[in-house]
């Protein structure tokens, strides 16, 4: 899967087609014609600033697949020094 390079500050402009895309399909399907549009156009926006949070708040942890993360201990060969740095 392609890796995203958005830092902190930028943000996710996928999110928006995606949710208002989402949003009309299920309104559309539920109410039909002019209310569909109306009510999957909120339920588009809900799902866009959700998709947008959610990559947001993910830390950069190698958890989350991040570049950040805890760098790893010891030295080459995973082992302490004597003076107990890596």
């Known amino acids: 899967m392609a890796?995203?390079?958005n830092g902190?500050?930028?943000p996710a402009v996928w999110?928006?087609?995606v949710g208002?895309?989402?949003?009309?399909?299920?309104?559309?399907?539920?109410f039909g014609d002019a209310s569909g549009v109306?009510?999957?156009?909120?339920?588009?926006?809900?799902?866009?600033?959700?998709?947008s949070a959610a990559t947001r708040g993910r830390g950069?942890?190698?958890?989350?697949?991040g570049r950040g993360g805890d760098a790893p201990t010891g030295g080459r060969d995973g082992e302490e020094d004597s003076d107990g740095r890596s």
């Open 3 to 5: 890796k995203s390079d």
């Open 8 to 10: 902190p500050g930028q």
């Open 15 to 17: 999110a928006w087609p």
């Open 20 to 30: 208002i895309l989402i949003g009309l399909g299920i309104g559309l399907a539920a």
């Open 38 to 51: 109306a009510i999957g156009m909120g339920i588009g926006i809900a799902f866009a600033l959700a998709f």
């Open 60 to 65: 950069g942890g190698a958890a989350t697949g």
